[in-house]
């Protein structure tokens, strides 16, 4: 995953971001988690009875997640509101397509339900999956005796498109992963390892973990349904064998999501607030507000009520990111418009995410007049006057929301694909236009 990315689409489709008129002030309803909706339905699709999710997310990424398990024998269905989820599981069933779109929590989370199910199930996404890492996955499975091919026979793939020989039960036992390239190769086997005869015991052997926020928050999912897991050592963990309980569940708010609104207070001063943040989370969003104040803004919770304040002051920062990749694209852009150089550590493994994002964010940056140069493991970002032009986003949603947030200051900055935004966050362009007049935007 070192190619610089391409694309075709055309420019003349472009959003005009729009530039920020003045201070802000704005209420900001972000839907739910990406992470937690697309876990609480492959747990609900594995339970040993019908289950409902309050707050789901309903964007591309979990409506792929929701037709995919669908296609694997699960009765999914909306309630009084989209954002309420009825699940009802059923024998899991192969001899089935699965449409991954772009999702990783899609791809990775699922060839271990697939391998459950009585048939085979074949994987596929869109071309820009195609080169995401899922060899990890792959191979550990075949360890643990379930067939996995390419189209073309041969070696175990390491990518999209394959084929899990789902044998009706998974033996488990133990696993060496290799997780440094992604923490959902971790996540996409714990997931479903209750159901696995013997249970899952898996050691990552990699150099480095990224995200450990989000396996935190597999394991926390695991055992708010009823799971016994073992964490107490480094870079193990042990799922014991058992029955995944039904039951009802509300999901937090994206707090990825409200990066970026949040953010946009610090580069146009004002305040922007977040309802509904948690006041314990395994999110890596948790992070947002001292990353926010490091780089000159002020952060305050009040009940459950996030507030970022800013001046227009932006500081540059020097920081690992490894546990919250996902925020990076916020943050470059913020360290673009800074008044002193940020470097943003322990990403390398962003190179695997939508896009090559240390590519697709040095390139973009470089194009706008500003100088982003690419580490082995992340971005130094020194500041310099940055002009309008067109924004490639590579299909990848935070590239969309990250040239929204340098269109605040920025003219002529157009964004490519802004619909892209619609794989965790439909309405993004309507709910930004919303926090620029100052009017609340709802869910
Ligand atoms: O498990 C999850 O829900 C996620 C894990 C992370 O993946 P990586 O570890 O590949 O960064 C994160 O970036 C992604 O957006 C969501
Ligand atoms: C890396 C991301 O997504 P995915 O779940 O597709 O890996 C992301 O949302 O930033």
New binding site residues.
């Given amino acids: 995953m070192t190619d610089t990315p391409t694309t075709t689409a055309p420019a003349a489709a472009a959003w005009e971001a729009p530039l920020a008129g003045g201070p802000l002030d704005a209420t900001v309803d972000v839907p739910g988690s990406?992470?937690l909706t697309?876990r609480l339905l492959v747990l609900a699709a594995l339970a040993d009875g019908p289950g409902v999710l309050h707050g789901a997310l309903r964007s591309r990424d979990t409506d792929l997640m929701i037709g995919a398990l669908r296609a694997l024998g699960t009765q999914v269905e909306e309630g009084d509101v989209p954002s309420t989820l009825h699940v009802t599981p059923g024998p899991l069933h192969g001899g089935t397509n699965i449409d991954t779109g772009l999702a990783?929590?899609v791809m990775r989370f699922l060839p271990s339900v697939a391998a459950l199910a009585d048939g085979p199930v074949r994987f596929d996404g869109d071309p820009e999956a195609r080169v995401r890492p899922m060899g990890p996955v792959l191979a550990a499975l075949n360890a643990l005796d379930i067939p996995i091919a390419g189209d073309d026979g041969g070696a175990v793939p390491t990518h999209l498109p394959f084929t899990v020989g789902g044998r009706g039960h998974v033996r488990g036992g133990s696993v060496d992963v290799d997780a440094s390239g992604?923490?959902?190769f971790v996540?996409g086997l714990l997931l479903a390892a209750a159901r696995f005869d013997q249970g899952l015991t898996l050691r990552h052997v990699g150099t480095t973990l990224?995200?450990l926020p989000?396996i935190e928050?597999t394991v926390d999912t695991l055992r708010s349904v009823g799971v016994t897991v073992d964490d107490s050592r480094d870079g193990i963990w042990r799922v014991f064998p058992g029955p995944v309980h039904a039951g009802e569940f509300r999901v937090e708010p994206d707090l990825s999501n409200a990066a970026p609104f949040l953010a946009a207070a610090v580069i146009a001063g004002g305040t922007v607030r977040v309802p509904g943040w948690p006041d314990k989370t395994t999110q890596p969003g948790a992070l947002v507000p001292d990353l926010l104040t490091r780089m000159g803004g002020a952060a305050s919770l009040d009940g459950d009520v996030l507030s970022v304040t800013g001046t227009g002051a932006i500081h540059g920062i020097d920081v690992d990111l490894r546990a919250a990749?996902?925020l990076a694209p916020t943050f470059a852009a913020l360290a673009a418009l800074a008044d002193s150089p940020t470097r943003l550590r322990g990403i390398a493994?962003l190179r695997?995410?939508e896009t090559d994002r240390l590519a697709a964010l040095a390139r973009e940056i470089t194009r706008l007049g500003g100088q982003c140069e690419e580490t082995r493991d992340g971005l130094v970002i020194t500041p310099r006057p940055l002009h309008g032009d067109v924004f490639r986003t590579y299909a990848d949603h935070r590239m969309a929301t990250s040239a929204a947030l340098l269109g605040l200051r920025v003219a002529g900055l157009r964004v490519e694909d802004v619909d892209t935004t619609a794989k965790t966050l439909p309405g993004f362009t309507g709910m930004w236009l919303r926090m620029l007049a100052g009017s609340r935007t709802p869910e």
Avoid: F, L, R, V
Wanted: glycine letters at 16%.
């Fill in positions: 990406k992470s697309n990783g929590t992604s923490s959902q996540s990224p995200s989000h928050m990749g996902e493994h695997g995410h």
